[in-house]
């Protein structure tokens, strides 16, 4: 077709991730009533543990059904 291209990086994001490949799940650090819970590349069944997590930091202001950082 006559278009040449030249790309410095590539991706396609179909599974969403972090680098460490770890979910983010809990408030942001500059809006604390803003909460994620995303970044599971694929293991969205994990994304209910993340939200009884989340739900836990509002409601109890801990988390208490697993060990979180």
Do not use: Q, W
């Not at 990086?9 to 991730?17: A, D, K, M, V």
């Not at 770890?22 to 590349?41: E, Q, R, T």
């Not at 069944?45 to 950082?69: L, Q």
């Amino acid at each position: 077709m006559g278009i040449a291209a030249h790309f410095e990086n590539e991706s396609c994001c179909l599974r969403p991730c972090t680098p460490d490949d770890l979910p983010i799940v809990g408030p942001l650090k500059n809006h604390k009533d803003i909460f994620l819970n995303v970044g599971y590349a694929g293991r969205g069944v994990n994304v209910f543990a993340g939200g009884k997590a989340i739900t836990e930091m509002i409601v109890d202001g801990e988390v208490s059904f697993m060990d979180f950082p």
